[in-house]
């Protein structure tokens, strides 16, 4: 049997929800992995700065 209008209809509703938040999620997601990417470049910069400024090259042991 097939399903009525309304019962079409109502099953689709609750997939294109189920769609949105998915999207809407996935969206938050990539947001938050381009922030870490960012902070993670902006570390590196930091690292390496510090690297120089303390004249030890990058692998050097640090004795303190």
């Not at 947001?31 to 930091?46: A, C, I």
């Amino acid at each position: 049997l097939l399903p009525t209008k309304d019962d079409f209809f109502s099953k689709m509703d609750e997939v294109m929800g189920e769609l949105k938040t998915i999207r809407e999620e996935h969206a938050l997601q990539g947001n938050t992995v381009s922030d870490h990417s960012d902070q993670l470049e902006r570390q590196t910069e930091e690292i390496k700065d510090l690297q120089h400024h303390t004249s030890h090259p990058p692998g050097s042991p640090v004795v303190v």
